[in-house]
């Protein structure tokens, strides 16, 4: 699957818009007075379950980008530096699952079963702490 950078660049300034009309939105209800302040523990959650969000769509629809954003390659550099192993994500025609290539003197090999899931599980703790830490 294919994203063109008008369309990510178009999703990411449509979230903020959204992101910026929502923060305007809190502002002039919370000058009426008529806002009930969320606890923090829903502020929290709520929170959480947006960066799990977006994580799922870096990984899912930015990650095989032929120009990748900066997020996406901060995530990959960090984790092609823990594993000290340069990876290659790519979609199969078929539209099956993701395959994960790592580059091999002998060429492009791919990773199957524990080291696949190794690599997916990191993908993921690294993905969620980069959109934790550039979201507001």
């Not at 990510?8 to 979230?15: F, I, Q």
């Not at 930015?62 to 990876?87: C, H, M, T």
Request: cysteine-free; hydrophobic content about 40%; glycine content about 4%.
């Amino acid at each position: 699957m294919n994203t063109s950078s008008a369309n990510v660049r178009n999703m990411l300034r449509t979230y903020g818009k959204q992101l910026t009309s929502a923060k305007r939105l809190a502002r002039f209800r919370q000058a009426m007075g008529d806002s009930v302040p969320m606890d923090d523990v829903a502020k929290q959650a709520k929170r959480r379950e947006l960066v799990q969000r977006i994580a799922h769509e870096v990984i899912e629809n930015l990650i095989v980008n032929s120009d990748p954003s900066p997020v996406v390659k901060a995530v990959l550099a960090q984790l092609e530096g823990e594993f000290n192993q340069r990876y290659v994500f790519e979609y199969p025609l078929d539209g099956g699952d993701v395959q994960i290539l790592k580059d091999t003197h002998q060429g492009p090999v791919e990773i199957h079963d524990a080291e696949r899931n190794k690599v997916m599980r990191r993908l993921w703790e690294i993905t969620l702490s980069k959109v934790d830490d550039t979201m507001l």
